[in-house]
Nanobody, 123 residues
Framework: QVQLVESGGGLVQAGGSLRLSCAAS????????MGWFRQAPGKERDFVAA????????YYQDSVKGRFTISRDNAKNMVYLQMNSLKPEDTAVYYC????????????????WGQGTQVTVSS
């Protein structure tokens, strides 16, 4: 079992940047693909990005391609989401989670959810 804790959220102006971090504990972190999701008030939890267990492959939601970058450091049990050119529509609570089904964008295929970190982008 992997436990996850997100951090790095905050308030930023449109066009700005934030780097989210996800700290993992547990023996099997490096064997899981990892993903980031986000949930805006009153909306479903949406897929943002995912990275393979070795960190050599990634995929993204279309709306964040070219602006967000997911990465991981298995030696430190960390996953990151670098967010650039932020827009007000990126405002949401961001969650990281693990999966054995790399390639999925379905939240039910992910588990060990963290508590989330709030990202607010002002216009």
């Amino acid at each position: 079992q992997v436990q996850l804790v997100e951090s790095g959220g905050g308030l930023v102006q449109a066009g700005g940047s934030l780097r989210l971090s996800c700290a993992a504990s547990g023996r099997f972190f490096s064997t899981y693909a990892m993903g980031w999701f986000r949930q805006a008030p009153g909306k479903e939890r949406d897929f943002v990005a995912a990275i393979s267990w070795r960190g050599d492959s990634t995929y993204y939601q279309d709306s964040v391609k070219g602006r967000f970058t997911i990465s991981r450091d298995n030696a430190k049990n960390m996953v990151y989401l670098q967010m650039n050119s932020l827009k007000p529509e990126d405002t949401a609570v961001y969650y990281c989670a693990g999966t054995n089904r790399y390639g999925s964008t379905w939240s039910n295929d992910f588990g060990s959810w963290g508590q989330g970190t709030q990202v607010t982008v002002s216009s």
